[in-house]
């Protein structure tokens, strides 16, 4: 028992009091604290420079669940048919005239030279199949200088053609044209999208035509990446002054404010470094680890520097102060790191890497600086001179007299406030019930934002930018099979969110359509060989190879959908499926994927994430909170925490917001960045165990770790609030729950968790035997 | 033994190893040629049938592995200015023809029979770089199998290979409509046929052609086994040609549009 700790209360005290501290250690225990020191200085250097090799890979792909037949079936899709990705740049402008087309030529060529685009196709570079009295014509769409009839001929045939009807190259009032490009998913998606833009811009807008819109899923990467470099330095620099300011309101002391960054930045160095030496990549979810390590980690070295301080005001040495703050509040800090750091392993149970890296890279950034709050801040302190004045967490003052009242609160209201919290969890409970899931991509981003009004634009005329690509299986040249085919995209395209639908039954019919004039498909399967052959000879092999194999066993349906969230999307793609199964799938087997229906994937991976880990950690939390030497102790402890889950996932229901990606993650985040409520219980055990009674035993806890929760609450709070300035939507909800979060689990630990003890814990184990053993 | 000693009866072994070999190629360098000129004018200068006809068998292999074989009997003469294909195999396509005929004027008259459609098309539109029904051949490096490439391109030698094997690199000249600009190819001084020409574009290379096997006909010796690999896509087209007959007098009749129905 150190002489600090229960010598009643204190105050300000000069440094003078104790000034002998500095002098306590000895040669042997400064050379070791030297050492220390050094021996983090040398580790963290080498983990920074493991740190510098870090790269980002801000992929869409880099979220796909990687067990997955979806994402397996998108990958046979792109290796067969080639089909990487598809950028589609809208142009407007008065397109039938003869200095729009010849500019639209001159664009579709810059934009084919653009690194990474593999095919473009315009109204300027299409081909046209006509049969002229048994001469067969394949021959561009708009001749070189077209004349007014030449464009009006161009029109009739792009408005009536099966292959280009329905406005796929030119919106039908012509006041608009699609560009459509596949691109490679192999080059920097950043890189393509910016050389994509500067081509519309110079070519386009430049030469006085009107705006272009570009879309596309590289488009998306390439923001995101640009975001996220902008990002991560902004939100961890705001995320580090907030938390700063409240460490110093907190102590009082530059040092106060500064040696729990410090242990911070080891944590950091070292988790980013590893991931850098093991060239593990940063994703587009990498940005919440740092403010979370930030936060997090902080609290750590709050705690003990905040005992540090209190017995350093009760009159207890350096040296006896940093061994007190170690071994009694160490043991909640070791408690709530380990328990933290497991809850946020259960990451690593994902099937989506992206989802693991976060919770690795978060884990061993908190196990990392609960090290260096363990091991590097007590040698720093037993370094440091003693500071000259140092705050008293048990003065009188205004949160002195707030904990006051809110220990006599819970010991008055105890049972009030277990049946508030009773009230609160049903109310939580039934907000559960209306949450609405949604992590389609295109809502990462702000609805105001210039992306999603392109989007909006592009969808409007070319009906769709995301994609359903149908896998066909079977006998491709049975006409009966092609005539399903067609009736398959006559039902899909009458579903509410779908666009264009392209196969090789579309071109199949335009084929036979110029050689017979009959709107129809071939009738025999020798009539389908035979044309297939002709257009081989004569037109574009490429549009027969993006949709049949060679053996004309394989087939791809493409299908245009609408960015919608995922549950329309969700209700598109089983319409889809029902429409295959009742025509197509009558004669081959159907195999789904393509950018929507991969999105539901990661919904489903996600979904799955959500309940794994937040129950693992649940019981984790439970059994690490059980090192307290009571499992009884760590329910009662962890009663909080489930209470602030409950709250935080009826909020989303209640309020509207949808369980997407990050608000999936909140709660394992949440059960291990609140789980500093075993302070207090820690606390409130040390006390009993002095044979305090519990009324005593929980004032005097709340009058010491109280004031530290409250600070770590404050402290939390603010680093997951550097998150709101976040340009991405799921981080920014993730900050402001996570901000919720921590306030209400302080909160929860300051009321419920008292009120508990109160009821459920007036006799801990060890309690008893404690109070004979004085 | 020592390990020392062990050491210089190897070294000892590998120069005299190394010595025997190089006199072997010495002997097999003796080449006849020494320059591009001398190897292009002695591949133009080998006989050629006046006409051929064979069956060839084409696969063509997407990068993946979905393959499509048609068999066609081919007739071809004047040096491949006129060319009757009637496709054999599969069974779908089989009786349809593709006929191909250079005109006095120069231009090509390119006609396709579908018997299921029932009537002649002439065709227009296909061009010389065009895809030869959808393989990696084009029309072009179809009628260049026998390595005529001289009067497209100025050529160089670069090296030659134990063989002797020549290796030539030929950059198109000034206003040449082929579809490369460079090309770099090896022609062994036995057959003086191209076994592998590299096709560039703009510095990338861009098809790789094999030829790995001839048949001897009449004194000719006649590409057999060729294989055109396109590197983007990683497609592949291999072309097998037998029951070649050449120098046989085909009626003028065949190259004619009554005889593609037929």
């Known amino acids: 028992m150190s002489a600090g700790a229960h010598g009643g209360t204190g105050g300000s005290r000069t440094a003078g009091q104790h000034r002998d501290a500095g002098n306590d250690g000895n040669t042997g225990s400064r050379r070791r604290n030297l050492t220390v020191v050094a021996a983090f200085v040398v580790l963290s250097i080498g983990f920074g420079l493991g740190a510098l090799r870090l790269r980002l890979d801000a992929s869409v792909s880099a979220m796909l669940p990687d067990k997955s037949a979806v994402a397996d079936l998108q990958r046979e899709v792109s290796d067969v048919f080639g089909a990487d990705a598809v950028m589609v740049a809208l142009v407007e402008g008065d397109i039938y005239t003869q200095s729009a087309i010849a500019q639209l030529g001159k664009l579709t060529t810059s934009l084919a030279g653009v690194p990474g685009v593999n095919n473009v196709t315009s109204a300027a570079n299409a081909q046209r199949m006509l049969d002229d009295d048994g001469f067969l014509l394949v021959e561009d769409l708009f001749p070189p200088d077209p004349t007014v009839a030449d464009l009006a001929e161009a029109r009739e045939y792009l408005e009536t053609s099966p292959l280009y009807q329905g406005g796929l190259l030119v919106a039908q009032d012509g006041r608009s044209a699609n560009v459509v490009m596949e691109v490679s998913a192999d080059v920097d998606s950043a890189a393509m999208s910016n050389a994509i833009r500067a081509v519309l811009d110079e070519q386009w807008q430049g030469a006085g035509f009107g705006a272009s819109h570009l879309v596309g899923g590289p488009l998306i990467d390439g923001e995101m990446r640009a975001t996220l470099a902008r990002e991560m330095p902004l939100l961890g620099g705001v995320a580090a002054l907030l938390i700063l300011v409240m460490l110093y309101l907190n102590f009082r002391t530059v040092r106060g404010a500064l040696l729990p960054l410090m242990t911070v930045l080891v944590g950091l160095l070292w988790s980013l470094g590893t991931m850098g030496w093991l060239g593990a990549e940063l994703t587009t979810l990498s940005v919440i680890a740092p403010v979370a390590i930030l936060a997090v980690g902080s609290s750590f070295s709050l705690h003990l520097l905040g005992r540090f301080f209190q017995e350093l005001s009760h009159g207890a040495s350096k040296t006896a102060a940093i061994a007190t703050a170690r071994k009694e509040t160490g043991l909640g800090v070791l408690i709530s790191g380990l328990a933290i750091a497991a809850a946020l392993c259960t990451f690593a149970l994902s099937g989506m890497p992206t989802v693991r890296s976060l919770g690795l890279l978060t884990a061993g950034g908190v196990l990392a600086t609960l090290v260096a709050s363990l091991v590097l801040l007590p040698a720093v302190l037993g370094l440091l001179r003693p500071p000259r004045r140092v705050v008293d967490p048990e003065q009188p003052g205004v949160i002195a007299g707030f904990l006051t009242a809110v220990a006599r609160f819970a010991d008055k209201r105890r049972y009030a406030i277990l049946v508030a919290a009773g009230v609160l969890l049903a109310l939580a409970i039934f907000g559960t019930t209306r949450i609405v899931p949604n992590t389609a991509v295109i809502d990462y981003f702000n609805a105001n934002s210039p992306l999603r009004h392109d989007y909006a634009v592009v969808e409007a005329a070319f009906g769709g930018s995301s994609q359903v690509e149908v896998l066909v299986e079977g006998d491709m040249s049975d006409p009966a099979a092609l005539a399903a085919m067609l009736a398959f995209q006559g039902r899909v395209a009458a579903i509410d969110g779908v666009g264009h639908t392209t196969s090789i039954a579309t071109v199949l019919r335009g084929i036979h359509h110029t050689l017979t004039g009959d709107l129809a498909l071939p009738a025999t399967r020798e009539e389908v060989a035979q044309e297939l052959l002709l257009y081989q000879l004569s037109g574009d092999p490429k549009q027969v190879s993006n949709y049949l194999t060679l053996d004309s066993r394989l087939a791809r349906v493409d299908i245009a959908t609408k960015s919608e969230s995922t549950a329309v999307m969700r209700r598109i793609v089983s319409e889809i499926e029902a429409a295959g199964a009742a025509t197509i799938g009558q004669y081959a087997q159907l195999g789904y994927t393509g950018s929507t229906v991969l999105q539901l994937a990661i919904e489903d991976a996600l979904l799955h994430d959500f309940v794994l880990s937040l129950s693992l950690a649940i019981v984790l939390v439970v059994i690490i909170d059980s090192f307290v030497r009571s499992f009884r102790a760590a329910i009662v402890t962890i009663l909080a925490l489930l209470l602030t889950i409950a709250l935080q996932y009826g909020m989303l229901g209640f309020f509207g917001i949808p369980l997407d990606l990050s608000t999936m993650l909140l709660g394992a985040l949440a059960i291990g960045v609140g789980d500093y409520a075993i302070h207090l219980t820690v606390r409130y055990m040390e006390e009993r165990r002095f044979g305090r009674p519990p009324e005593a035993a929980m004032s005097r806890a709340l009058h010491s770790s109280g004031r530290s929760i409250l600070f770590t609450a404050l402290t939390l709070g603010a680093g997951f609030a550097a998150m709101i300035f976040s340009q991405f939507v799921p981080v920014r909800t993730l900050g402001s729950l996570m901000a919720f979060t921590v306030v209400s689990v302080g909160t929860a630990s300051l009321t419920l968790l008292p009120a508990a003890c109160l009821v459920f814990l007036r006799d801990p184990r060890g309690a008893a035997k404690a109070a004979a053993e004085a | ?262």
């Open chain 2, 1 to 262: 033994m020592t390990g020392h000693q062990d050491h210089r009866r190897a070294s000892a072994r590998a120069l005299i190893a190394t010595a025997f070999a190089l006199a072997l190629a010495g002997a097999a360098f003796a080449q006849s040629y020494t320059t591009a000129k001398e190897v292009v004018d002695a591949m133009e200068a080998k006989p050629a049938p006046s006409t051929t006809i064979a069956t060839m068998s084409m696969t063509i292999t997407a990068a993946s592995g979905h393959s499509l074989t048609r068999t066609m009997q081919v007739w071809s003469a004047d040096e491949g200015r006129s060319q009757l294909i009637k496709f054999l195999e599969p069974a779908d396509v089989r009786g349809s023809g593709f006929l191909s005929v250079e005109k006095a004027s120069g231009d090509t008259e390119t006609m396709i029979y579908l018997p299921a459609l029932g009537r002649v098309r002439r065709v227009a539109g296909g061009q010389k770089q065009d895809a030869f029904f959808g393989s990696d051949f084009s029309y072009e490096e179809i009628s260049s199998l026998s390595g005529d490439f001289g009067d497209d391109f100025e050529t160089t030698l670069l090296e030659t290979l134990p063989g002797p094997v020549y290796v030539l690199e030929g950059i198109a000249k000034p206003g040449s409509d082929g579809s490369y600009d460079r090309i770099v190819f090896q022609v062994p001084e036995a057959t003086l046929l191209p076994q592998r020409v590299e096709f560039y574009r703009a510095g990338q290379l861009v098809k790789v052609l094999t030829i790995s096997g001839t048949s001897a006909v009449g004194g000719y010796d006649l590409p057999s086994v060729i294989r055109m690999e396109t590197v983007a896509s990683g497609s592949y087209t291999t072309i097998d040609q037998s029951d070649f007959k050449v120098d046989e007098a085909i009626p003028a009749d065949v190259f004619t549009e009554r005889f593609l129905q037929r």
